[in-house]
């Protein structure tokens, strides 16, 4: 028992500081290229998602920031 949460616990550090490392990941709307298209293909405008810069700040970048601020 006491194992599998140490290794939990190791995953989730893991996952955090790898957060910290590469805290974006491509908007999943516009997959990262920040513009959401038209139906014709031509056009477009800044995504609504991401608001234009393509990126996604991650889950663990959060919990980071979190450790990092002292709370
Ligand atoms: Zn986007």
Redesign the pocket.
Known sequence: MWTLIALALGALVVYVAACAWWPFM???????????RSPSGKAWR???????????VRLGRRIYEIFRTGA
């Not at 491509?26 to 959401?36: E, H, S, V, Y």
């Not at 800044?46 to 996604?56: A, L, Q, T, Y």
């Open positions: 491509a908007c999943r709307r516009c997959l990262g290229t920040g513009k959401k800044p995504c609504p998602r991401c608001g234009g810069n393509g990126r996604r």
